[in-house]
């Protein structure tokens, strides 16, 4: 259920676009992160908390790269460059912003500093850093960026949401075989014991098919550990998961785009369709 109110809108102005430069850095495959760990987000949001005067977002469609806004001043100094080189990373030659990349860099930089205090979810940031495990009503928005050569504009469209962790009776597990699951710590429960299989998985919401059940993290996972997993949702997402991984299920999906490859997810990033 979600009640909404009246869109508000803000403004300001634009920095000289042609006083900033746009650097595209590519992220080696072989990034000590890992490639299942998604390291060109990491690396992106790791700039972003630590040099002030830029802005970044990941590319889409460009392999594992950050595109990074920054004044030519600071180009010219040097300094990020050298940075670049020590984090492995790899530069490009600079290119004039555009409204729609300063749009995008800027979009990506907001998000990741709202959170945890607002969290995207789909179309919406949630509020709260333990969103994901509650199910009382949430305040939430709906916000649109829009640049041009003279100015932002935010939208901003206020919400109340709510949204519940996911109950016995979402899945159509039946009783005996949920039991028997929840009473071994190496359980699982196939796709056949699942009558409702389909899901949405945060942040994007994107949709995907549960495999298994299962009650310890996958030895194939690039995972290795419930800490592990906590520590990649807040560098990736800014995602607070619990503390501790008491009575933790962990689902198995596949998304058909993708392929045959099965990705494991905590239960509280998981909703049911």
């Keep these: 259920m979600h009640e909404r109110n009246a869109e508000l809108l803000y403004f300001a102005d634009v920095p000289a676009l042609h006083e900033l430069c746009l650097v595209v850095v590519s992220v080696p495959t072989d990034c000590k992160l890992g490639s299942g760990k998604q390291p060109h987000i990491i690396r992106c949001r790791e700039l ?7 802005l970044a977002t990941p590319s889409l469609g460009h392999g594992h790269s950050v595109q990074i806004v920054m004044p030519q001043s600071l180009y010219k100094t040097g300094r990020l460059q ?14 004039r912003v555009t409204p729609a990349i300063f749009q995008s860099c800027y ?12 969290n995207k979810v789909g179309d919406y940031l949630v509020q709260g850093r333990d969103f994901v495990t509650t199910n009382e009503k949430m305040n939430a928005i709906c916000l649109d960026v829009t640049v041009t050569e003279k100015e932002v504009c935010l939208a901003v469209q206020a919400h109340i949401i709510r949204s519940s962790p996911i109950q016995l009776a979402d899945l159509g597990v039946c009783r005996p075989v949920w039991d028997a699951f929840t009473r071994d ?3 699982k429960i196939a796709e056949y014991s699942i009558c409702n299989t389909w ?18 993290i996958p030895e194939d996972s690039p995972f290795k550990t419930y800490k592990d997993m906590k ?25 058909k785009p993708i392929g045959n490859t099965l990705f494991t997810y905590p239960l509280s990033v998981v909703f049911i369709s």
């Design 199 to 216: 899901c949405h998985i945060l942040p994007s919401m994107k949709k995907g098919k549960i495999v298994n059940l299962v009650r310890q």
């Design 48 to 54: 972003i908390f630590t040099e002030q005067d830029i």
């Design 107 to 118: 979009r990506y930089t907001l998000l990741a500093k709202l959170a945890p205090g607002w």
């Design 82 to 95: 050298s940075r670049f080189q020590k984090m492995g990373l790899q530069a490009e030659k600079p290119r």
């Design 231 to 255: 520590r990649y949702w807040k560098n990736t997402y800014g995602y607070r998961l619990p503390d501790t991984d008491e009575g933790m299920i962990y689902y198995q999906v596949y998304f």
């Design 185 to 187: 710590v190496h359980g």
